[in-house]
Protein backbone atom coordinates (compact mmCIF):
# COMPACT_ATOMS: atom_id res chain seq x y z
CA UNK A 1 0.00 0.00 0.00
CA UNK A 2 2.93 2.20 1.04
CA UNK A 3 5.00 2.00 -1.88
CA UNK A 4 2.69 3.91 -4.29
CA UNK A 5 2.62 6.50 -1.76
CA UNK A 6 6.10 6.35 -0.14
CA UNK A 7 6.76 10.42 -0.40
CA UNK A 8 3.22 10.90 1.40
CA UNK A 9 3.88 8.53 3.88
CA UNK A 10 7.36 9.83 4.84
CA UNK A 11 5.62 13.22 4.72
CA UNK A 12 3.12 11.99 7.08
CA UNK A 13 5.41 9.85 9.33
CA UNK A 14 8.89 11.43 9.65
CA UNK A 15 10.19 13.91 12.34
CA UNK A 16 12.35 15.87 9.69
CA UNK A 17 9.39 16.76 8.07
CA UNK A 18 8.27 19.68 10.34
CA UNK A 19 12.07 21.27 10.51
CA UNK A 20 12.08 21.08 6.96
CA UNK A 21 8.72 22.77 6.52
CA UNK A 22 9.53 25.54 8.69
CA UNK A 23 12.87 26.25 7.36
CA UNK A 24 11.20 26.24 4.01
CA UNK A 25 8.78 28.51 5.46
CA UNK A 26 11.68 30.85 7.14
CA UNK A 27 12.88 31.72 3.97
CA UNK A 28 10.11 31.73 1.65
CA UNK A 29 8.86 34.38 4.35
CA UNK A 30 12.36 36.30 4.07
CA UNK A 31 12.13 37.29 0.28
CA UNK A 32 8.98 39.17 0.67
CA UNK A 33 10.01 40.86 3.53
CA UNK A 34 12.77 42.13 2.27
CA UNK A 35 12.96 46.07 3.65
CA UNK A 36 9.78 45.00 5.45
CA UNK A 37 11.42 43.52 8.55
CA UNK A 38 7.95 43.89 10.40
CA UNK A 39 6.85 41.03 8.71
CA UNK A 40 8.83 38.93 10.58
CA UNK A 41 6.75 39.41 13.56
CA UNK A 42 4.14 37.70 11.94
CA UNK A 43 5.73 34.92 11.26
CA UNK A 44 6.39 34.01 15.00
CA UNK A 45 2.94 34.40 15.38
CA UNK A 46 2.28 31.58 12.95
CA UNK A 47 4.66 29.51 14.72
CA UNK A 48 3.16 29.77 17.76
CA UNK A 49 0.22 28.78 16.12
CA UNK A 50 1.58 25.94 14.57
CA UNK A 51 3.02 24.87 17.65
CA UNK A 52 -0.31 25.16 19.29
CA UNK A 53 -1.90 22.53 16.32
CA UNK A 54 0.77 20.09 17.07
CA UNK A 55 -0.38 20.13 21.17
CA UNK A 56 -4.33 20.03 20.60
CA UNK A 57 -3.34 16.84 18.24
CA UNK A 58 -1.70 15.40 20.69
CA UNK A 59 -3.72 15.91 23.65
CA UNK A 60 -6.82 15.17 21.74
CA UNK A 61 -5.69 12.31 19.43
CA UNK A 62 -7.22 13.87 16.64
CA UNK A 63 -5.53 11.87 14.17
CA UNK A 64 -4.46 8.43 14.95
CA UNK A 65 -0.80 7.95 13.84
CA UNK A 66 1.88 10.42 14.57
CA UNK A 67 1.76 13.03 12.21
CA UNK A 68 2.69 16.64 12.26
CA UNK A 69 1.24 17.65 8.66
CA UNK A 70 -1.76 19.82 10.20
CA UNK A 71 1.04 22.25 11.26
CA UNK A 72 3.39 21.99 7.75
CA UNK A 73 0.38 22.48 5.79
CA UNK A 74 -0.61 25.25 8.11
CA UNK A 75 3.07 26.94 7.43
CA UNK A 76 2.84 26.16 4.13
CA UNK A 77 -0.55 27.61 3.22
CA UNK A 78 -0.20 30.71 5.87
CA UNK A 79 3.49 31.22 3.93
CA UNK A 80 1.84 31.17 0.28
CA UNK A 81 -0.82 33.64 1.03
CA UNK A 82 1.54 37.18 1.15
CA UNK A 83 -0.65 39.71 1.34
CA UNK A 84 -1.74 39.02 5.41
CA UNK A 85 2.25 38.62 6.31
CA UNK A 86 2.68 42.22 7.00
CA UNK A 87 2.23 42.80 11.06
CA UNK A 88 -0.64 43.76 12.69
CA UNK A 89 -2.64 42.91 15.74
CA UNK A 90 -4.52 40.98 13.49
CA UNK A 91 -1.83 38.18 13.73
CA UNK A 92 -2.56 37.32 17.35
CA UNK A 93 -6.12 35.99 16.26
CA UNK A 94 -4.83 32.21 15.13
CA UNK A 95 -3.39 31.84 18.63
CA UNK A 96 -6.50 33.18 20.44
CA UNK A 97 -8.99 30.84 18.22
CA UNK A 98 -6.40 27.77 18.95
CA UNK A 99 -6.76 28.60 23.07
CA UNK A 100 -10.73 28.83 22.24
CA UNK A 101 -10.47 25.29 20.28
CA UNK A 102 -8.67 23.28 22.90
CA UNK A 103 -10.55 25.02 26.26
CA UNK A 104 -14.12 24.12 24.32
CA UNK A 105 -12.67 20.66 23.20
CA UNK A 106 -10.90 20.07 26.84
CA UNK A 107 -14.72 20.74 28.15
CA UNK A 108 -15.89 17.54 26.13
CA UNK A 109 -18.09 15.02 28.75
CA UNK A 110 -15.57 16.53 31.53
CA UNK A 111 -16.74 17.36 35.51
CA UNK A 112 -15.04 20.44 35.72
CA UNK A 113 -16.47 21.81 32.12
CA UNK A 114 -16.87 25.34 33.89
CA UNK A 115 -13.49 25.58 33.96
CA UNK A 116 -12.97 24.71 30.19
CA UNK A 117 -15.75 26.50 29.07
CA UNK A 118 -14.88 29.81 30.88
CA UNK A 119 -11.49 29.81 29.21
CA UNK A 120 -13.12 29.08 25.67
CA UNK A 121 -15.27 31.72 26.15
CA UNK A 122 -12.26 33.96 27.46
CA UNK A 123 -10.00 32.93 24.33
CA UNK A 124 -13.18 34.09 22.15
CA UNK A 125 -13.46 37.42 24.27
CA UNK A 126 -9.89 38.67 23.81
CA UNK A 127 -9.90 37.91 20.18
CA UNK A 128 -13.31 39.74 20.12
CA UNK A 129 -11.39 42.88 21.35
CA UNK A 130 -9.06 42.70 18.37
CA UNK A 131 -12.05 42.08 15.86
CA UNK A 132 -14.86 42.80 17.34
CA UNK A 133 -17.12 40.57 14.75
CA UNK A 134 -15.69 37.45 16.44
CA UNK A 135 -18.08 38.04 18.97
CA UNK A 136 -20.66 36.68 16.85
CA UNK A 137 -19.64 33.25 17.60
CA UNK A 138 -20.63 33.38 20.87
CA UNK A 139 -23.85 31.36 19.95
CA UNK A 140 -22.26 28.54 18.02
CA UNK A 141 -19.69 27.81 20.93
CA UNK A 142 -22.84 27.18 22.90
CA UNK A 143 -24.26 25.23 19.98
CA UNK A 144 -20.95 23.04 20.18
CA UNK A 145 -21.05 22.89 23.95
CA UNK A 146 -23.89 20.63 23.45
CA UNK A 147 -22.89 18.28 20.75
CA UNK A 148 -19.84 18.10 23.46
CA UNK A 149 -21.96 17.20 26.13
CA UNK A 150 -20.72 20.29 28.40
CA UNK A 151 -23.84 22.43 28.05
CA UNK A 152 -25.49 22.85 31.30
CA UNK A 153 -26.94 25.99 33.51
CA UNK A 154 -23.40 26.12 35.04
CA UNK A 155 -21.23 26.23 31.86
CA UNK A 156 -23.96 29.07 30.13
CA UNK A 157 -23.15 31.24 33.25
CA UNK A 158 -19.04 30.17 32.94
CA UNK A 159 -19.18 30.98 29.46
CA UNK A 160 -20.66 34.78 29.80
CA UNK A 161 -18.71 35.28 32.72
CA UNK A 162 -15.47 34.37 30.78
CA UNK A 163 -16.59 35.97 27.61
CA UNK A 164 -17.45 39.44 29.68
CA UNK A 165 -13.60 39.11 31.73
CA UNK A 166 -11.59 41.39 29.48
CA UNK A 167 -14.43 43.73 29.31
CA UNK A 168 -14.92 44.44 33.04
CA UNK A 169 -11.53 44.91 33.38
CA UNK A 170 -11.11 47.30 30.48
CA UNK A 171 -13.91 49.29 32.37
CA UNK A 172 -12.09 49.25 35.43
CA UNK A 173 -9.07 50.82 33.94
CA UNK A 174 -11.30 53.10 31.63
CA UNK A 175 -13.01 54.19 34.91
CA UNK A 176 -9.60 54.71 37.01
CA UNK A 177 -8.34 56.89 33.67
CA UNK A 178 -11.51 58.44 33.52
CA UNK A 179 -11.67 57.67 29.95
CA UNK A 180 -14.16 54.91 28.92
CA UNK A 181 -14.86 56.49 25.52
CA UNK A 182 -12.66 53.84 23.55
CA UNK A 183 -14.85 51.31 25.64
CA UNK A 184 -18.46 51.97 24.46
CA UNK A 185 -17.12 52.54 21.06
CA UNK A 186 -15.77 48.98 20.85
CA UNK A 187 -18.86 47.78 22.64
CA UNK A 188 -21.14 49.55 19.65
CA UNK A 189 -18.87 47.46 17.30
CA UNK A 190 -19.43 44.32 18.45
CA UNK A 191 -23.57 44.79 16.98
CA UNK A 192 -22.51 46.39 14.36
CA UNK A 193 -23.15 45.07 10.60
CA UNK A 194 -21.15 47.02 7.98
CA UNK A 195 -22.69 47.03 5.02
CA UNK A 196 -21.72 44.09 2.33
CA UNK A 197 -18.93 45.64 -0.24
CA UNK A 198 -16.98 43.20 -2.03
CA UNK A 199 -14.93 45.69 -3.29
CA UNK A 200 -12.94 45.79 -0.30
CA UNK A 201 -11.02 43.05 -1.13
CA UNK A 202 -9.26 43.22 -4.33
CA UNK A 203 -8.82 40.01 -6.78
CA UNK A 204 -5.50 38.56 -5.06
CA UNK A 205 -7.41 38.39 -2.39
CA UNK A 206 -10.99 37.15 -3.14
CA UNK A 207 -8.82 34.63 -5.68
CA UNK A 208 -6.52 33.24 -2.46
CA UNK A 209 -9.91 32.95 -0.41
CA UNK A 210 -11.46 30.40 -3.25
CA UNK A 211 -8.36 28.36 -3.35
CA UNK A 212 -8.97 28.01 0.85
CA UNK A 213 -12.86 27.40 0.58
CA UNK A 214 -12.19 24.71 -2.11
CA UNK A 215 -9.90 22.85 -0.65
CA UNK A 216 -11.49 22.90 2.49
CA UNK A 217 -14.70 21.78 1.20
CA UNK A 218 -12.69 18.91 0.14
CA UNK A 219 -11.15 17.83 2.98
CA UNK A 220 -14.51 18.59 5.05
CA UNK A 221 -16.28 15.85 2.59
CA UNK A 222 -13.48 13.55 2.49
CA UNK A 223 -13.47 13.38 6.15
CA UNK A 224 -17.15 13.53 7.02
CA UNK A 225 -17.73 10.51 4.82
CA UNK A 226 -14.85 8.18 6.68
CA UNK A 227 -15.66 9.77 9.63
CA UNK A 228 -17.23 6.56 11.32
CA UNK A 229 -13.43 5.17 11.20
CA UNK A 230 -12.49 7.62 14.53
CA UNK A 231 -13.53 7.24 17.77
CA UNK A 232 -17.08 9.37 18.80
CA UNK A 233 -14.73 11.40 20.71
CA UNK A 234 -12.51 12.57 17.57
CA UNK A 235 -15.42 12.64 15.17
CA UNK A 236 -17.32 15.14 17.45
CA UNK A 237 -13.99 17.24 18.09
CA UNK A 238 -13.16 17.44 14.36
CA UNK A 239 -16.75 18.11 13.18
CA UNK A 240 -17.20 20.84 15.72
CA UNK A 241 -14.26 22.42 14.36
CA UNK A 242 -15.02 21.80 10.82
CA UNK A 243 -18.23 23.45 11.85
CA UNK A 244 -15.87 26.51 12.92
CA UNK A 245 -14.49 26.47 9.63
CA UNK A 246 -17.79 27.17 8.18
CA UNK A 247 -19.08 29.91 10.19
CA UNK A 248 -16.16 32.31 9.76
CA UNK A 249 -16.36 31.44 5.78
CA UNK A 250 -19.87 32.82 6.25
CA UNK A 251 -18.70 35.08 8.25
CA UNK A 252 -15.83 36.46 5.54
CA UNK A 253 -19.06 36.65 2.78
CA UNK A 254 -21.11 38.48 4.98
CA UNK A 255 -18.12 40.77 5.83
CA UNK A 256 -15.98 40.93 2.88
CA UNK A 257 -13.52 43.30 4.58
CA UNK A 258 -12.98 41.10 7.28
CA UNK A 259 -10.95 38.89 4.42
CA UNK A 260 -7.53 39.43 5.50
CA UNK A 261 -8.49 39.14 9.43
CA UNK A 262 -10.20 36.08 9.02
CA UNK A 263 -8.53 34.27 6.35
CA UNK A 264 -5.66 32.84 8.76
CA UNK A 265 -8.84 30.73 10.99
CA UNK A 266 -9.95 29.03 8.10
CA UNK A 267 -6.41 27.77 7.59
CA UNK A 268 -6.65 26.01 10.64
CA UNK A 269 -9.26 23.60 10.52
CA UNK A 270 -8.42 23.13 6.56
CA UNK A 271 -5.10 21.95 7.94
CA UNK A 272 -6.56 19.47 10.19
CA UNK A 273 -8.81 17.72 7.89
CA UNK A 274 -6.15 17.62 5.22
CA UNK A 275 -3.38 16.47 7.83
CA UNK A 276 -5.84 13.70 8.86
CA UNK A 277 -6.54 12.56 5.48
CA UNK A 278 -3.08 12.50 4.37
CA UNK A 279 -1.73 11.04 7.28
CA UNK A 280 -4.10 7.91 7.32
CA UNK A 281 -4.90 7.70 3.92
CA UNK A 282 -3.05 6.15 1.29
CA UNK A 283 -5.03 5.19 -1.77
CA UNK A 284 -5.14 6.03 -5.88
CA UNK A 285 -6.68 9.40 -5.14
CA UNK A 286 -4.71 10.34 -2.39
CA UNK A 287 -1.12 9.69 -4.37
CA UNK A 288 -2.50 12.49 -6.76
CA UNK A 289 -4.34 14.35 -4.27
CA UNK A 290 -0.97 15.32 -1.90
CA UNK A 291 1.74 16.48 -4.85
CA UNK A 292 -1.48 18.22 -6.14
CA UNK A 293 -2.29 20.22 -2.90
CA UNK A 294 1.73 21.34 -2.19
CA UNK A 295 1.44 22.39 -5.65
CA UNK A 296 -1.69 24.36 -5.34
CA UNK A 297 0.18 25.61 -2.70
CA UNK A 298 3.39 26.66 -4.74
CA UNK A 299 1.36 28.42 -7.34
CA UNK A 300 -0.06 30.09 -4.40
CA UNK A 301 3.02 31.30 -3.23
CA UNK A 302 4.37 32.55 -6.46
CA UNK A 303 1.07 34.02 -7.58
CA UNK A 304 0.96 36.38 -4.33
CA UNK A 305 3.90 37.22 -4.54
CA UNK A 306 4.60 38.65 -8.15
CA UNK A 307 0.81 40.27 -7.71
CA UNK A 308 1.53 41.79 -4.02
CA UNK A 309 5.28 41.63 -3.57
CA UNK A 310 6.33 42.78 -7.12
CA UNK A 311 3.02 44.80 -8.13
CA UNK A 312 3.16 43.30 -11.69
Given at each position: MYSRNRFQYEAATERAT?????????????????????QLASLL???????????????????????????CL??????????????????????????????????????????????????????????????????????????????????FFAGLVGFATPYWMWLGYGLYQGQIQALTAHLSSLVQFSPILYSASNLL??????????????????????????????RITLQ???????WLHLLIALQPHLLKALLPLTLIPMSFAGGHLFAITFNRLTRILFPATLGVCLILFLFNLWMHSFNF
Open positions: LPIVSLITLIAWIIPSVGHWEGAGATAYLLIETDTRFALIRTRTTLPSFLLFYTALTFIHSWSVFHLLPICFMGMLYSLFQSYESPYASTSIFHAFLWLSLGSMALPPLAWLVPFLYIHMVALRSFGLKTEWGSWGVILLLSLFFAIRYLTNSYKDKVQTCMLLMAL
